[in-house]
């Protein structure tokens, strides 16, 4: 498809599990952002990619998350030792670079239950 | 951090009404987005501003960049069914590359 992916779209993981969470942005678009969205609230950013470089990680609630976009393209939220708190939708964006990159997409999410 | 406030929290409108809302910041924003989004997807772009004045239309939507930088307006004519959802506004704090968001409007339109 032309839009952003993400996978899975639903994913239930007991505290203390490890989880991961890939976004396929629109191909062509450089910069890619993770954002967590909770119940009732706007979405709240995590952490930002130009190409495979992560130059913006300070939304990032603790050293449990970690992002990584390897070659560029796909992107992976993993978050360790999963907590309650951790409950949410994760969003993916993407966007292309300069004024457009305010212009950013949204994946339809990930939303992940810690029981 | 950057807050951007949104008024009103909910709205219930008659289908073919107009509908008017805002979002307001302490800060200045050089950049302002409104966004809509539908129970169990992403939020999906609307219209995107970048000068202070600015006004843009999307089809039934206008929306307004505050003469000031710290406000947006965003209205939507002759509302239809589809027009419910939760609608954000946006914009980038600073320098900052990521969107900080409103906490959202939520519309309803009756039949």
């Known amino acids: 498809g032309a839009g952003v992916s993400q996978s899975p779209r639903y994913k239930v993981a007991k505290r203390g599990q490890d989880v991961a969470l890939r976004c396929d942005p629109i191909?062509?678009?450089?910069?890619l952002f993770w954002y967590q969205q909770a119940l009732g609230q706007g979405p709240e950013f995590l952490t930002y990619?130009?190409?495979?470089?992560?130059?913006?990680k300070s939304g990032l609630p603790s050293d449990r998350f970690f992002a990584e976009r390897p070659e560029g393209s796909v992107s992976t939220l993993k978050i360790q030792r999963t907590q309650q708190e951790d409950s949410a939708v994760y969003l993916c964006a993407s966007s292309l670079s300069g004024r457009a990159i305010y212009e950013q997409f949204f994946g339809p999410g990930t939303r992940l239950t810690v029981l | 951090g950057q807050q951007l406030n949104q008024s009103p929290q909910s709205m219930f409108i008659q289908e073919g009404e107009d509908v008017s809302m805002n979002c307001t910041s302490s800060s200045i924003f050089n950049t302002w987005l409104w966004y809509k989004q539908d129970p169990g997807e992403g939020p999906v772009l609307l219209i995107a501003?970048?000068?202070?004045?600015e006004l843009t239309s999307n089809g039934r939507l206008t929306a307004q960049f505050g003469i000031t930088r710290k406000d947006s307006f965003l209205n939507i004519s002759a509302s239809i069914p589809s027009d419910v959802g939760i609608y954000f506004c946006a914009g980038p704090s600073g320098s900052a590359r990521q969107l900080t968001f409103g906490s959202g409007t939520q519309l309803t339109v009756l039949p």
């Open positions: 191909s062509g678009h450089v910069s």
């Open positions: 990619f130009q190409n495979e470089a992560q130059l913006d």
């Open positions: 501003l970048y000068k202070a004045g």
